[in-house]
């Protein structure tokens, strides 16, 4: 299993982690098989979206922004219930295939970390299964 570390710098952002994955298969060697990206945190997740126009990130921020507004009658005293439910709608985890021991994201596609609650030093897990 490969570990990274990824320093976030605002209160949500999200981060382009492909060439993370990307190095972490070639170190492997494997040629064939899924690679599981995976995010063990709560306030935080991983997905898979456009990579060509930032403004798409750009834009995902905002919905998410207004899909769960930051102040509201939640009942979690941290007060950060709102990162909550932005890391349930992206998820923890990602898996890719691997294929000729390339990871087979589509021409647009990138893999994003997702930060909701930040600045935060937050994980990233990568597990490559050969197959
Ligand atoms: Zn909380």
């Known amino acids: 299993m490969f570990e990274h570390i990824v320093k976030t710098s605002s209160s949500d952002e999200m981060i382009n982690i492909t060439s993370l994955v990307r190095q972490d298969v070639q170190k492997s060697g494997i040629t064939s098989g899924i690679a599981v990206v995976f995010v063990p945190h709560t306030t935080a997740g991983v997905t898979i979206n456009e990579n060509a126009d930032p403004?798409?990130?750009?834009?995902l921020l905002d919905i998410f922004r207004r899909a769960f507004p930051e102040r509201g009658s939640y009942r979690h005293m941290e007060?950060?219930?709102h990162a909550h439910a932005k890391a349930s709608v992206t998820g923890s985890s990602c898996t890719v295939i691997i294929e000729n021991g390339q990871l087979k994201l589509g021409t647009w596609q990138g893999i994003y970390f997702c930060e909701f609650d930040g600045p935060r030093t937050r994980k990233v897990y990568v597990k490559l299964i050969e197959g």
Do not use: A, F, K
């Not at 403004?55 to 834009?59: A, G, R």
């Open 55 to 59: 403004d798409v990130v750009y834009d």
């Open 79 to 81: 007060g950060n219930s």
